[in-house]
């Protein structure tokens, strides 16, 4: 069976994803822009739709990302935790300045995802 994104990107990052961003029981700020990454004790479908976004803009700024579709674009899997934390943020600054076109959170899967070599 093929793992879902989700799931590969728990191996990588080393923490559980959750569907729920506001699970019962979560600390109050533990999705708090303040909390460093490693203290984070989980990553939602918001924190992969961000790393999406840092991905998009740093890889394909050069070309016309409006004219290609952003579901046929390559995205590569996080080397490590580092690396998906350091574009998730930078992603989650870019789409709240509404940079690029917005991501739907139930897309994540549909994406040309790939391993970086």
């Known amino acids: 069976m093929k793992a879902t994104v989700f799931e590969t990107l728990e191996k990588i990052i080393q923490i559980p994803f959750v569907a729920d961003e506001f699970e019962n029981g979560a600390v109050c700020f533990a999705n708090d822009e303040e909390v460093r990454a490693d203290f984070k004790l989980q990553f939602t479908a918001f924190d992969v739709v961000n790393y999406v976004y840092g991905i998009l803009f740093k ?4 070309e016309n990302i409006e004219n290609a ?24 600054k870019l789409r709240q300045e509404k940079i690029i076109e917005t991501i739907e959170c139930n897309a994540v899967n549909q994406f040309n995802w790939e391993f970086m070599e």
């Open 59 to 62: 890889l394909y700024l050069k």
């Open 69 to 92: 579709s952003i579901l046929n674009l390559k995205i590569p899997f996080p080397a490590d935790a580092d690396f998906f934390w350091k574009y998730s943020d930078f992603g989650k």
